[in-house]
């Protein structure tokens, strides 16, 4: 059974960076996509960025440049890293692998 926990959301300024984790158990992150999808209140959840197994990754075209996906196999993390956060990035964010989700990491960006 896939179990999946996210960590890392904050309060960050316009322009600032933080990394998102999220701690994957009871799979191989080498056989499987997992992805990253975010949410605001009234609007549906919204792709991210993914990492399929063999390591390439895929992202919205809204945040291509600004978001880089990796992960750590050994530790069975999936990292979002970003960059020049916008106000438009706040939301609550998802790890997802098939029909798996996790809780959720709220991110902020505000003055």
């Known amino acids: 059974q896939v179990h999946l926990v996210e960590s890392g959301g904050d309060l960050v300024q316009p322009g600032g960076s933080l990394r998102l984790s999220c701690l994957v158990s009871?799979?191989?992150?080498?056989?499987?996509?997992v992805g990253w999808y975010r949410q605001v209140p009234g609007k549906a959840r919204e792709f991210v960025a993914h990492i399929t197994g063999r390591g390439r990754t895929y992202y919205a075209s809204s945040v291509t440049d600004r978001f880089t996906i990796s992960r750590d196999s050994a530790k069975g993390t999936v990292f979002l890293q970003m960059d020049s956060l916008k106000p438009e990035d706040s939301a609550v964010y998802y790890c997802?692998?098939?029909?798996?989700w996790g809780q959720g990491t709220r991110v902020t960006v505000s003055s």
């Open positions: 009871g799979i191989a992150l080498s056989r499987n996509i």
């Open positions: 997802n692998v098939d029909e798996s």
